[in-house]
């Protein structure tokens, strides 16, 4: 056992302490944008690498029995996917403590980037939900200001940035994996517009953050958060902006969420309406929209099968479902509710009528949690509504196919699945799928 958090024994018998440099074969791909080596039969996570090369790394955390964690330094072998980072404030010849953070995948071809996130889901879903099903993770268009290059490698795509603030009011995003603000000269993920108004070169002492946001209609907008004097972030004014999917224009603050990528809203309102089983959509049930945000894919179900459709939209933050009722207004079924899932679902268990009960077995429910999935309660009370089917959009594999497990356990069966590279260039991959009895 080592004797420190920094130093561990092998299985050999030998120690390892943070710093120390390996040469390190990598097999194959992990969740969370890093990769498996193994080292003395230890596995080693490593990043700013892919399989099939070797490479000479850096361990940065040694304190584990099973495993440790290595960054790259150098690659001794590279593999035939390899491409020059399309950051070079990420680049592998940047020390990795001064590599910036949100482009994990920059270093590795755009379509093999792709396979590496099909096989992240599809591992998923068959270790831990059994479910052996073919996945295609599919390329969506790159958007509205980008440059002829930018669908070839994957960037200019990013509506929404965050920059983080210094000490010294230098801004710019984290290094991977910290909290170190890394100050840049460029943003290539960026929407071309966002980027061009980026404040890269600006200082803003005394702030928490500066975001930056590009939406389909109007100017750039710039927010600044304040901290207050227990150096927490405060939330900026109001900002109105408004977004554009298809014919139809969604009003919301501009430090709301939104989707990310230029095309990530029209692209999971399609595949929303594409993915409900029509013969079981009953437009007269008690149809939900959990998580529901300002009413994108509420609004995505009532397109498809018209204004009379009833609809609850149900979400935690009051001033989205302000924009949500709102935005849903013209549907005389649609309805929006203030509230955590949780309780909600909580409350329609607890107090249904047995004609409640009825309209809720009929119900179509889509569900787009946070990165951390609905979770066991949420999953429990929706199988104890016993919907007919469930339309599931989440943007991480993991909580997905654990969720789909613990749906299987309220029999519910997995019908359909697609996923879409809404991040090119990171490790993030959306999914919709079906489930139903």
């Not at 097999?27 to 070797?54: C, K, M, Q, W, Y």
Request: glycine share 8%.
């Amino acid at each position: 056992m080592g004797t420190s958090n920094d130093i561990q024994a092998d299985s050999s018998g030998h120690s390892a302490q943070v710093g120390a440099e390996l040469e390190l074969d990598v097999t194959n791909v992990a969740h969370g944008g890093i990769f498996i080596a193994r080292h003395e039969g230890r596995v080693v996570f490593v990043s700013d690498t892919l399989p099939g090369e070797r490479v000479r790394a850096r361990l940065t955390s040694a304190s584990h029995k099973s495993f440790w964690r290595a960054e790259t330094v150098e690659v001794l072998t590279p593999a035939p996917e390899r491409q020059p980072h399309i950051w070079a404030a990420a680049a592998l010849d940047r020390d990795p403590v001064d590599r910036a953070g949100g482009a994990e995948f920059g270093h590795i071809e755009l379509g093999y980037q792709r396979e590496l996130k099909r096989q992240v889901l599809a591992d998923a879903l068959k270790r831990m939900a059994g479910v052996d099903s073919p996945v295609t993770v599919e390329p969506v268009p790159v958007g509205r200001n980008a440059s002829p290059g930018d669908a070839a490698d994957g960037t200019g795509w990013r509506t929404r940035v965050r920059l983080h603030v210094d000490e010294d009011g230098s801004v710019g995003p984290y290094a991977a994996r910290s909290h170190r603000v890394i100050p840049v000269g460029d943003l290539p993920l960026a929407d071309r517009l966002l980027e061009a108004a980026a404040p890269l070169d600006k200082m803003f002492p005394g702030a928490a953050s500066v975001d930056i946001v590009a939406p389909s209609l109007g100017t750039v907008q710039i927010l600044v958060a304040e901290q207050d004097d227990k150096g927490r972030r405060r939330h900026t004014p109001k900002t109105l902006i408004r977004e554009v999917v298809g014919e139809r224009e969604f009003r919301l603050d501009a430090a709301g969420f939104w989707q990310v990528h230029t095309s990530a809203a029209e692209t999971l309102y399609r595949a929303v309406q594409d993915t409900i089983d029509a013969d079981a959509f009953d437009p007269r049930a008690a149809n939900l929209d959990l998580y529901g945000g300002v009413g994108l894919l509420a609004a995505a179900v009532g397109d498809r099968f018209g204004s009379t459709v009833r609809m609850t939209s149900v979400e935690s933050d009051p001033q989205a479902t302000d924009f949500a009722a709102e935005n849903l207004a013209e549907w005389v079924g649609a309805s929006v509710q203030t509230s955590r899932v949780d309780r909600f679902l909580n409350a329609l268990v607890r107090d249904s009528s047995a004609a409640d009960r009825a309209r809720q077995a009929a119900a179509t429910v889509i569900l787009d949690p946070p990165r951390s999935g609905a979770g066991k309660e949420v999953i429990d009370l929706l199988g104890a509504l016993g919907p007919a089917q469930i339309v599931y959009v989440a943007c991480d594999p993991v909580a997905l196919a654990r969720d789909i497990a613990l749906l299987a356990g309220h029999g519910y069966t997995l019908r359909r699945l697609r996923a879409f590279d809404l991040f090119p260039n990171t490790h993030h991959v959306e999914a919709v799928a079906l489930l139903s009895r």
